[in-house]
């Protein structure tokens, strides 16, 4: 029945994220609209994940007007998951602002967060046995 997840991100400005995410992330992008920036809405890809911006006027005006938005997210922390946290731990460190640190948990995940320039909270997580 369910096979993947997209979460779609309403921010200010999209093509400021696809140059946050690409230049930072390696995002690719997948789709776009309009075709050519300033783009309203696009579709992102790191490796297998999808990650979707839209400004958040065009959220409200494709859905319904109950789609909220606020100055800074609220109510989400999404998760990525890798298979290897260390590296990509070292490649962002300096590069995003991270907010947790690296740290193996009793759940046994280890992970890390970082915010990226939004005010997302992106947790990166890598499944330890």
Known sequence: MYQDLAPMFLVDDVDEAVQWYRDILGAQL???LPDTPPFEWVSLKL????IMFARKESG??????????SIKPTNIIAYIYVN???SMYEQLKDKAQVIMKPVDQDYGIREFAFQDPFGFVIVVAQIIE
């Not at 490796?47 to 999808?50: P, S, T």
């Not at 409200?60 to 938005?69: F, L, P």
């Open 60 to 69: 409200r005006k494709w859905y319904t007007d109950r789609v909220e938005t």
């Open 47 to 50: 490796d297998g994940v999808e």
């Open 30 to 32: 997948q789709a776009s």
């Open 84 to 86: 290897d946290i260390n």
